[in-house]
């Protein structure tokens, strides 16, 4: 139990074109998932929460108009990185719980190259 | 804000020895205190957790063991298999608002045959 996937695993895309990443809970409903960033040999980096049915909460520094978050679902949540530039190739990693748990469980992560 | 930290950053074993992490937070409020694994090119993998209402939990050759106290918990690994190398990340939950987990920096463990 407790399996939350990711898509795409990778991503190559050119300067300037906008890149989606869906993070799914396959067998339990989601009511927070959380978005992460991770450079090579570092920690996670928690970019945003969101809340099924609501508006993302950015932490601070990071653009909410730069990276979009969207969850629609208790099984679904998407980041779109608008714009991309190189700068922002990096770990993605999302990670979902379910309501009244502490437990956070992680996607397999997606790896972002922008050319 | 709560902060975590994390020693040793690497740690070197040979297969069959002990291996223990050891992390300390800020926020005396924080009561759930996850530990994971990540593999090289993987998402974080939980492997044990402890709340703050228990002092020792373990799971066949893991063990976690927490210090209100003191605010220091530590991972414990026993007959270490090469198969264990990875990163280990310990966390501590921010016991307000969304409940987010603040990471310490990570440990790189190398079990050798």
């Known amino acids: 139990g407790a399996v939350v996937s990711q898509h795409p695993s990778w991503v190559i895309c050119k300067s300037g074109t906008s890149v989606k990443i869906e993070c799914r809970s396959l067998?339990?409903?989601?009511?927070?998932m959380f978005w992460y960033r991770q450079f090579p040999k570092q920690s996670l980096m928690l970019m945003a929460t969101?809340?099924?049915?609501?508006?993302?909460?950015?932490e601070q520094g990071v653009e909410k108009d730069k990276f979009l978050i969207n969850h629609a679902s208790l099984t679904l949540s998407t980041l779109t990185v608008t714009s991309a530039h190189p700068e922002d190739s990096s770990f993605y990693i999302c990670s979902a719980r379910e309501q009244t748990q502490e437990t956070q469980y992680f996607g397999p992560g997606t790896r972002l190259l922008v050319l | 804000g709560e902060n975590v930290e994390q020693h040793p950053s690497t740690l070197s074993v040979q297969e069959g020895d002990s291996a223990v992490i050891k992390c300390t937070y800020s926020d005396s409020a924080s009561n759930y205190f996850p530990w994971y694994k990540q593999e090289l090119g993987k998402g974080p993998q939980l492997i044990i957790d402890?709340?703050?209402?228990?002092g020792e939990k373990k799971d066949q050759r893991i063990a976690v063991t927490l210090n209100k106290t003191a605010k220091h918990f530590s991972l414990h690994i026993t007959e270490t298999q090469p198969e264990d190398s990875a990163v280990y990340f310990c966390a501590a939950t921010i016991p307000r608002g969304f409940q987010k987990l603040v990471f310490g920096t990570g440990t790189r463990l190398l079990v050798s045959p």
């Open positions: 969101s809340n099924e049915g609501s508006k993302a909460t950015y």
């Open positions: 067998d339990f409903q989601a009511t927070t």
């Open positions: 402890i709340r703050s209402n228990v």
